[in-house]
């Protein structure tokens, strides 16, 4: 199995662009969630679902889009990039909503916004 | 409140002695405590948990102690070795809820 499959590795962004960071898993997990890395401030959530075609907020949602339109994606969207958005982004899924069991994290994407 | 508070943020521990991490929350409402591993260029995953009804949790060289009356859980690492070096978060979940809270981070370095 792959697991949890970030694209792109690395990418650099101006300022305004947008751009979108994809985000698949393989293990029909029914919760994924996106976190953005940052120094000093641990991993901060930014939207999660639950499901195909039902997403919410988390800590840091703003200047970020989503969509759940399948089990297997979930597609991290910048609008209007910012250099605050500058970040390392990681996405994970997990097999239930509620469920201890451990949340799978792909390998990330590197973001820079100049 | 749902912060979760994690301490040092670096540290370095000779091979063989024990690294010792800690985080300290304020909401009784968390009902998991999980411990996570990041290697450079890699997410974290996933090394070991606990839930508050238990003071104590051992997988190999790895425990977690907590301690429900102070809201205090902390890793221990026994033997610490190179290969052990690594960014350590620790992580709280609201009972009833799907998300999970992430401390700050520990970046651990056993010198050989």
């Known amino acids: 199995n792959a697991g949890v499959t970030q694209t792109p590795k690395f990418q650099v962004l101006k300022t305004g662009q947008s751009m979108t960071l994809q985000c698949a898993q393989d293990m029909n997990h029914e919760y994924m969630s996106w976190y953005r890395q940052d120094p000093g401030m641990g991993l901060r959530l930014i939207h999660y679902s639950v499901g195909a075609g039902i997403t919410d907020q988390g800590e840091v949602p703003n200047g970020y889009n989503v969509s759940r339109s399948t089990t297997e994606d979930f597609p991290l969207r910048l609008l209007s990039a910012a250099p605050s958005q500058t970040s390392v982004y990681f996405c994970?899924?997990?097999?239930?909503?509620?469920?201890?069991?451990?949340?799978?994290f792909g390998d990330g994407t590197r973001l820079s916004i100049l | 409140q749902q912060q979760v508070k994690q301490s040092p943020q670096s540290l370095i521990v000779q091979k063989g002695g024990i690294s010792i991490i800690n985080c300290a929350y304020e909401?009784?409402?968390?009902?998991?405590f999980p411990w996570y591993q990041q290697f450079p260029g890699k997410g974290p995953a996933l090394l070991i948990a606990i839930r508050p009804d238990v003071s104590e949790k051992k997988e190999g060289r790895f425990t977690i102690s907590f301690n429900k009356s102070a809201k205090q859980f902390s890793l221990h690492i026994m033997d610490s070795q190179p290969g052990d070096s690594a960014t350590y978060f620790c992580a709280a979940r609201i009972q009833g809820a799907q998300k999970l809270v992430f401390g700050q981070g520990t970046r651990l370095t056993i010198n050989p």
């Open positions: 909401n009784t409402a968390f009902d998991y």
């Open positions: 994970a899924s997990r097999e239930g909503q509620y469920s201890n069991q451990p949340q799978h």
